[in-house]
């Protein structure tokens, strides 16, 4: 094993030893090569997250054919343009966040006969520039989701404001839930997902704490 994969193996570990057994580790690989996600396939992990479509496209096909078992999950924004791809090759969506992507997914859950677990997100720090139903208004897009478009909404997502305590935001988030009847909260990253385990987390998205740091490209 090399050191990159034994250092990716020990943080999978510890991490897991921190959560309850309710609670799903999903192993954020965006801009992380094949031989990553690889290493910690090798070191139990199941669950793999990604921010683009297109990235995702071009990273797992092979690595599926080869790694039985993988789920993959969408935790970044998704395009309507990109809503025929993401159904494609996704296994849940954590972005659902407007009624014009509710309309498309549903249009094409039909198109593909594939129905993938869905997760609203609810912006509920309000910020302007996040994606994200406000919280005021997510039980009514709840409704019109389940009811009215059939989709299959199993819980809802959010990633709190950078400069706040991220508790509140994982309470708020645990509360509409529990009045909605939904069971998965996707919620926690590398910096508080101990924090979002206690409020009830089933999923959190932990992506440097397993890789290390990232080096985007240049813009």
Known sequence: MSDSASTIAGAIHAIR????????????????????????????????????????????PALRASHPGMVLHLIGPLQTNKVKQAVAHFDVIHTLDRPKLAEELAKEFARQERRLPCLIQVNTGEEPQKAGVAPLEADAFIR????????????????????????????????????????????????????????????????????????????
Do not use: W
Not at 26 to 46: C, D, H, L, M, N
Not at 182 to 211: C, H, K, N, P, Q
């Open 144 to 219: 019109d989701c389940r009811d009215r478009l059939g989709l299959p909404v199993v819980g809802l997502m959010c990633i709190p404001p950078a400069d706040e305590e991220p508790a509140p935001h994982f309470a708020l988030l645990r509360k509409i839930a529990e009045r909605n009847g939904l069971a998965d909260l996707s919620m926690g990253m590398s910096g508080d997902y101990e924090i979002a385990a206690a409020f009830g987390a089933t999923y959190i998205r932990v992506g440097s704490a397993i890789f290390g740091g990232r080096n985007y490209p240049a813009a």
């Open 17 to 60: 030893a921190t959560l309850p057994a309710s609670t799903t580790l999903i192993a954020v690989a965006k801009t992380f090569p094949a031989s990553a996600v690889e290493a910690a396939y090798a070191a139990g992990q199941r669950h793999f997250g990604e921010n683009r479509v297109q990235e995702a496209m071009e990273k797992y």
